[in-house]
């Protein structure tokens, strides 16, 4: 059976950006399924709306079914695990720019205030979630202007999640030129070993 991994991209992002569509060629190249969908109406990202999508593209998991996701994308990823039936345990995640408990730098919109609250108040069965994830990695950048470092200690205690801290990265984004990500390609292959 081959391995499948899902990429979910962040708030505002899309299939195309940044390292996204290197790491799903890299990974393809050695025997892996990989899919990177189109989150709904990215430009005010829902829990409801992107937890359905993905549970659309995955439909089931199982000890070979991983994930990637990028900054909302990772929370995505967290509420999708909390909601989905199946007994069965993925084969594990990388949460790269993920958050928990706190972003920076963001909008004052109604719109861009009411997700960031959806997302950081809406509580996380975290125990549930142990559950469901053999092991987890999130990587950090000591400079990332929207997701402060501090969100390590939430990834660490809550999920048990090893911790990667990369220097002058920013937050990971094709606009800010991360168009590979060679250190993902990396932890995702060592998670499938």
């Known amino acids: 059976m ?3 991994l899902f990429i979910i991209h962040g708030w505002s992002g899309y299939p195309e950006e940044g390292w996204l569509p290197w790491l799903k060629g890299e990974l393809e190249k050695q025997g892996w399924l990989v899919f990177v969908p189109q989150m709904p109406n990215a430009q005010e990202p829902r829990i409801e709306a992107w937890v359905k999508a993905i549970n659309r593209e995955v439909r089931e998991i199982d000890s070979e079914t991983y994930f990637i996701g990028h900054s909302m994308g990772c929370q995505a990823i967290i509420r999708f695990l909390e909601r989905e039936e199946s ?3 993925s084969g ?3 949460f790269v720019a993920g958050f928990l408990d706190s972003l920076t730098n963001i909008g004052n919109s109604d719109l861009e205030v009411s997700a ?3 997302w ?3 509580p996380i069965d ?3 979630i142990r559950r469901r994830l053999k092991k987890s990695i999130a990587i950090f950048s000591d400079n990332d202007p929207f997701v402060p470092l501090s969100n390590q200690f939430s990834f660490k205690r809550e999920l048990n999640s090893s911790i990667i801290i990369q220097n002058d990265a920013q937050h990971f984004s094709g606009s800010t030129g991360t168009v590979e990500l ?3 390609k990396e932890l995702v292959l060592s998670l499938a070993e």
Do not use: M, N, W, Y
Request: aromatic residues 4%.
């Open 2 to 4: 081959s391995k499948r």
């Open 87 to 89: 007994l069965l345990l």
């Open 92 to 94: 594990g995640a990388i």
């Open 116 to 118: 960031v609250k959806e």
């Open 120 to 122: 950081l108040k809406t």
């Open 126 to 128: 975290f125990e549930l």
């Open 182 to 184: 060679p250190i993902v």
